[in-house]
């Protein structure tokens, strides 16, 4: 939902960003594909039902 306000309010301002599908992994010493953006970070979220990562790539 955040993104999509955030994509409103770009394209008010002539930006039109171009968003894709979230890919989701679930599983042990699995792996996502190396980003081509060259943009990416990994965030980590802990709480008492376990561990998240999340990796979020950008293209400008």
Not at 19 to 33: E, N, R, V, W
Request: glycine letters at 8%.
């Amino acid at each position: 939902m955040l993104i999509g306000r955030m994509k409103s309010r770009l394209v008010t301002r002539g930006v039109a960003p171009l968003l894709s599908t979230p890919t989701t992994i679930f599983g042990d010493d699995l792996q996502l594909p190396v980003s081509k953006s060259g943009m990416s970070a990994w965030q980590h979220f802990s709480s008492s039902a376990g561990d998240i990562h999340v990796r979020l790539d950008a293209t400008f």
